[in-house]
């Protein structure tokens, strides 16, 4: 019996794989940067004045056209929705750097306290001023409920981090700013207006904007940043949402009364 002959072949060598951290660096990188972008080009749009944006570019700044005909009280609030949302937009990323927390946890928390802040105050302006918006009922509920939810999210994160609920602020806090990033991928609808334009021949680009938003505009940005909020949430292990935790909630509340 003769041995058989095995040729030497050598494995080929695995594909690097991109590291989990690596991955998170660029997505995280990726997020500053858009929330950034959008922050700068909302606020500057609208603290110019909502009579000059509209003026300038009637077309495309819908909203302003429609405030800037309604009575000061309710234009204030909404330049106050505007800053204070685009505020939220730009300091919410930093929030979830690891870097920043263990090299100054002093300016996490002051940052915190901003964000929190720029919530609170955007979150009620907007669910005032959507009570006037262009968009009808479905544009009124849609809003209304970002902005209720939008409130309520930072709230609980602010209170387990009082509680030292880390893990629980943690998932609060990423649900909060997926709601704060909705404004982000708001912008990116003019793109889904133009793949549109193939399928609607017959329906105008003024058409097609018009009804993207009084239908999609009062959902779109929050409804999937949810989705993928709750999804990040299960992947790190997080808690997720307990009714234990409004009740918990209430009773630290009372308590303190």
């Keep these: 019996m003769t041995d058989t002959l095995v040729p030497d072949v050598t ?5 690097p794989v991109r590291s989990a951290p690596g991955r998170r660096r660029w997505s995280w990188t990726f ?13 500057g749009q609208y603290v110019e004045g909502l009579a000059a944006v509209a003026a300038r570019t009637p077309d495309l700044v819908t909203a302003a056209s429609h405030f800037d005909t309604l ?17 939220a937009l730009a300091v ?5 750097s690891m870097r920043l927390r263990r090299r100054s946890i002093r300016t996490h928390r002051i940052l ?18 959507t009570l006037w918006n262009s968009m ?11 902005d209720v939810l939008w409130a309520a999210t930072a709230w609980l994160g602010f ?9 629980e602020h943690q998932a609060w806090m990423i649900r909060s700013f997926a709601l704060t990033y909705a404004a982000a991928l708001r912008a990116a609808l003019p793109v889904l207006v133009l793949l549109q334009l193939p399928f609607s021949p017959d329906t105008s680009l003024t058409e097609l904007f018009d009804n993207a938003i009084h239908t999609i505009a009062p959902w779109m940005g929050w409804l999937i940043n949810i989705v993928v909020a709750e999804w990040l949430i299960a992947r790190r292990g997080l808690p997720g949402v307990r009714w234990s935790t409004f009740r918990e909630d209430r009773r630290s509340v009372s308590a303190t009364v």
Excluded: D, E
């Design 11 to 15: 494995p080929p060598s695995p594909r």
């Design 31 to 43: 997020v500053v940067l858009t929330s950034l972008a959008v922050a700068g080009w909302f606020g």
């Design 71 to 87: 009575p000061w009280p309710i234009r204030g609030l909404f330049l106050v929705h505007i800053v204070t949302a685009a505020v």
């Design 92 to 96: 919410g990323p930093f929030q979830f």
């Design 112 to 129: 915190g306290r901003v964000y929190l802040i720029a919530v609170l105050f955007g979150a009620t302006s907007g669910a005032v001023t």
């Design 136 to 146: 009808g009922i479905r544009g009124v509920f849609g809003y209304f409920m970002l």
């Design 159 to 167: 209170r387990a981090v009082r509680g030292r609920r880390f893990r």
